[in-house]
RNA sequence: GGAGAGGUGGCUGAGUGGCUGAAAGCGGCACCCUGCUAAGGUGUUAUACUCGUAAGGGUAUCGAGGGUUCGAAUCCCUCUCUCUCCGCCA
């Protein structure tokens, strides 16, 4: 969420930054309402200070019992008018409150310019581009090859988008978790969790998939609980209202999720295989920090989750994305792309994002600055990794001629052999 | 699902109609004292909005919403969350 009198102090800047990422977007509305709201609690705080000296006047005269029926008179009228306007108050409040809830954040001044993913900057490519001697095969049928993937029968239970693991297709699947999370946990000081994969209106508000992108989400309408998208809207949410001292930063949080997502409006599109599912499985990473830090933050975020990529001998790129495909939320974003020799396509397995006070002011999550004053912290997030992609792209970089897939040296000790043949 | 208890400041926890934005303790901050890894003393310390260069002032806020009243943390209604017990399931 915006911050209103940054807003209103210099409307025509805002616009301009928030024009880079939505082209449609305008303030006109939030200005008026907020003119509006300002002008009307003036009146009110008036009014409601003149009533309450008056009252206290009253109060005194009761306890000699002394009452006058003419300042009761007036007060009433003026009680019924202060009522009235607390009305009006609440529901300007109400509506300026929720056309902020809608207004995305602004790009930080160092992303490209540009439209949509055509205008990313690639920062950093590993590519081996390695030559295979035999004809290559994709995730979907090395999986069903070797008896480890099998769409058809979660099709069956589920639909489509849901996979299924079998054996040591399971397997890995666990070993990718447990791989990443423990190196997380090992090296760069996170603190595990283990959320709830359900979660209420109120908290999904905090991170921004609503009130704005609920079509994005498996929604329990009985019980009004969402299913999480990612572990990041959990793990945000641990220090939903908190105000934390400065002792307290930064905090480095994990937390492995399954990640439900209904991807509407995105039917046909890399729908083979592991490419583009409803359900998967993610190791995240949440960070609160100071504001002053967060772009350092984030530097090492995205080297932690790279990381990984090494470990698993995957070609990839980092990529900077511009203005224009930013999320929602985010002030800066790198994603994290690997190779699909298979498809012969780079897979999005990772997006490492700064939201600046974005989320902290929707969640309020505070913290009191060395000063004594109290500011917003900056949260970030960033997948470490989503493991459907992974997968798919370590069956396919790690085929060998004979239909096996090799296991990378980090994940062997996680599953007991060196390859699944 | 049934019964009960409760949601108050960074935390713990008093407070049943006006003198309560809120006792006390803890924690934080400042200063003082004290030579022995530390203790003690004094003061200070909610948040948001708003007016003001500032000092300072005004308003709101005691889970949320509504009601009674000139006036509500306090009374009434609805909702919500937490805890305990019973039942049910694991």
Redesign the pocket.
């Known amino acids: 969420m915006l911050d209103i009198?940054k807003i209103r102090v210099n409307p025509e800047r805002v616009l301009k930054d928030l024009l880079k990422k939505d082209k449609d977007i305008s303030l006109k509305s939030i200005l008026n309402i907020d003119a509006k709201l300002?002008s009307l609690?003036?009146k009110?705080?008036e009014l409601?200070?003149k009533?309450?000296?008056?009252?206290?006047e009253?109060?005194k005269l009761?306890?000699k019992r002394d009452s006058s029926d003419e300042v009761?008179k007036n007060?009433?009228v003026l009680?019924e008018k202060i009522k009235e306007l607390e009305?009006e108050q609440?529901k300007l409040s109400f509506l300026l409150k929720n056309a902020l809830l809608e207004i995305p954040n602004l790009p930080h001044s160092s992303c490209p310019k540009g439209k949509n993913e055509k205008d990313n900057i690639v920062v950093l490519e590993k590519n081996k581009k390695e030559n295979y001697n035999f004809t290559i095969k994709d995730h979907v049928e090395i999986g069903k090859n070797l008896d480890i993937l099998d769409f058809e029968i979660s099709a069956k239970m589920s639909g489509t988008g849901f996979p299924l693991f079998k054996g040591k297709g399971a397997l890995l699947e666990r070993a990718l978790i447990n791989f990443m999370t423990d190196y997380h946990l090992n090296n760069f000081g996170y603190t595990e969790f283990f959320t709830p994969f359900l979660v209420k209106p109120d908290t999904a508000l905090t991170t921004g998939q609503l009130p704005k992108f609920s079509e994005d989400m498996y929604h329990i309408e009985k019980d009004d609980l969402y299913l999480i998208p990612t572990a990041e809207v959990s793990l945000t949410n641990i220090h939903k209202d908190d105000?934390f001292s400065l002792s307290d930063l930064p905090k480095y949080y994990l937390g492995y999720s399954a990640c439900f997502r209904r991807e509407a409006g995105s039917y046909g599109k890399d729908t083979r295989g592991l490419l583009r599912v409803h359900q998967f499985n993610k190791v995240e990473l949440v960070k609160f920090v100071e504001p002053k830090k967060s772009y350092k933050e984030l530097d090492s975020l995205v080297k932690q989750a790279t990381n990984i990529l090494d470990l698993l001998d995957l070609n990839y790129r980092v990529v900077e994305l511009c203005s224009g495909d930013l999320g929602f939320a985010a002030a800066k974003c790198f994603d994290l792309e690997v190779w699909s020799p298979g498809e012969e396509k780079w897979l999005e397995v990772s997006s490492c994002s700064n939201f600046e006070d974005f989320q902290s002011r929707r969640g309020n999550i505070r913290f009191k600055n060395s000063d004594g004053k109290?500011d917003f912290v900056h949260t970030l997030n960033g997948s470490g990794l989503a493991t459907p992609r992974i997968f798919a792209a370590l069956l396919e970089t790690h085929q060998n001629n004979d239909g096996s897939v090799s296991i990378p040296q980090c994940l062997q000790s996680y599953m007991g052999i060196s390859e699944i043949k």
């Open positions: 009198k300002k609690t003036t009110l705080n409601q200070a009533q309450n000296s008056k009252s206290k009253i109060g009761k306890s009761f007060l009433k009680s009305k609440k105000l109290i």
